[in-house]
């Protein structure tokens, strides 16, 4: 039977570690308090954050205690970037996005049982602290050379920006994250994604200097396509965890168009099928890809992970029913938002014919190319044929009063909005 250690090794869920071998026996040896830090520099989770959550419950259901924090207090500093200071959010945003955060976090552990999760905020531990009182008892065992050669410090201060004393504290603070973390609570692991590789080992040597005491941390690689491109909705783009950010549908579709390079990896990263599973899938992929199995699977266990087995009941009932497998009146407005909001459109009015909004929306490029698709029987309007090139947008064909679905043959679609309703 493998370890939890060897289970996120297997799933690369593993970049770095401290002392592997250390690491690997207090896992074994018992229940072990560990955390990841969560800062509110959005009002959503992403797709990055997402690794971490996962193995946040990976191991708590190998029966290790897991403490969220979201950082109400690094937070309102923010982790140096690798170009240009970060804008400083008010208390009132940050405090906001920090009850955000938290709900999203809870979905995804347990807070009941024999090891139950807690829920941290660094700003219960900061907000009071002294300034002389931090000085004296933190940032005492902190070296200046090793903060210099942080890689992201370095850069910044080679470059034309600089960077503020501000943000060049910030891995004192999330150090001392760790140290409290200790203390309070008895942690003794720091888990986080590899670009937080010197803040994690910040907070390892703060524990030791001040407490004498062995932690460890481990670090997730950055999850990158097979092509080495960015992974994300478009070029540096965020999956947002939020529905109003990215609706539950585009979510759903980002996963379901995984390459097929990718998506074995992202089942082992993503979800908790069994290694048995996850190679029937691989199987699949290899003998039937334009199945794509693996991708519907892949799509349906993380929305469900982050919007609910309901929400995924949705989306997919949702993407039938745009290409005319489905009943498109019975998807409720918000689902049906979601599911045409990635499509081209064209403003409308009630009486414009079928023709022009085909032209507007970019489905034909001419009347004669309308017409024709028309007469060949191509033409749909919320899945029902066109029979008539004189055919108008009717009160009638709006859907929950505002959209109404457009199609030319089997799979190119658009949609024509209106302010009715």
């Not at 950082?71 to 008010?90: C, F, K």
């Not at 004296?136 to 920006?161: I, P």
């Not at 749909?380 to 090139?389: A, D, F, G, I, L």
Request: charged share 25%; proline share 3%; with cysteine.
């Amino acid at each position: 039977m493998s370890t939890v250690l060897d289970e996120l090794e297997w799933r690369g869920l593993v970049a770095q570690t401290t002392d592997i071998e250390a690491l690997r026996e207090a896992l074994e040896s018992g229940p072990v308090t560990y955390y990841c830090g969560f800062d509110p520099t959005a009002p959503s989770l992403h797709h990055g954050h997402l690794v971490q959550l996962v193995v946040l419950r990976h191991l708590q259901l190998a029966g290790h205690r897991p403490i969220a924090l979201v950082g109400g207090a690094t937070g309102l500093i923010g982790d140096p970037r690798m170009s240009g200071e970060r804008v400083l959010n008010s208390r009132d945003i940050v405090a906001d996005w920090v009850e955000r955060l938290r709900r999203q976090i809870a979905r995804f552990l347990s807070f009941e049982g024999e090891n139950p999760a807690t829920m941290a905020n660094n700003l219960d531990w900061t907000g009071e602290l002294a300034a002389i009182d931090f000085l004296r008892d933190v940032g005492k065992h902190f070296r200046l050379g090793t903060m210099l050669a942080k890689e992201t410090v370095a850069r910044r201060l080679n470059s034309d920006q600089g960077i503020s004393f501000t943000e060049f504290s910030y891995q004192i603070l999330q150090g001392m994250d760790f140290l409290e973390l200790n203390r309070r609570h008895g942690c003794t692991l720091q888990t986080g994604g590899n670009d937080q590789w010197g803040n994690l080992l910040a907070g390892v040597e703060l524990v030791r200097k001040a407490e004498h005491r062995t932690v460890h941390a481990l670090t997730t690689p950055l999850i990158t396509k097979a092509d080495g491109t960015k992974f994300g909705k478009s070029e540096g783009g965020a999956i947002w965890l939020d529905p109003e950010m990215l609706s539950p549908y585009a979510f759903y579709q980002f996963w379901v168009n995984a390459d097929d390079a990718d998506v074995v990896g992202w089942l082992k990263t993503f979800t908790f099928r069994s290694r048995d599973e996850i190679a029937e899938l691989e199987q699949a992929v290899v003998e039937r890809p334009a199945a794509r199995e693996a991708q519907r699977a892949l799509a349906a266990d993380v929305t469900t992970l982050v919007h609910g087995a309901s929400a995924t009941e949705s989306v997919i009932a949702a993407s039938h029913a745009l290409f005319g497998r489905g009943d498109l009146e019975a998807l409720d407005a918000a689902t049906l938002g979601g599911a045409v909001a990635e499509l081209p459109a064209t403003d409308a009015e009630l009486g414009t014919t079928i023709v022009d909004l085909m032209i507007a929306s970019g489905l034909v490029t001419s009347k004669a190319a309308a017409r024709r698709a028309i007469a060949e029987g191509g033409a749909y309007v919320n899945n029902v044929k066109v029979t008539s090139e004189d055919a108008v947008l009717d009160a009638a064909d709006l859907l929950h009063g505002r959209w109404a679905l457009l199609r030319r043959g089997k799979k190119t679609l658009a949609v024509a909005r209106t302010a009715v309703g």
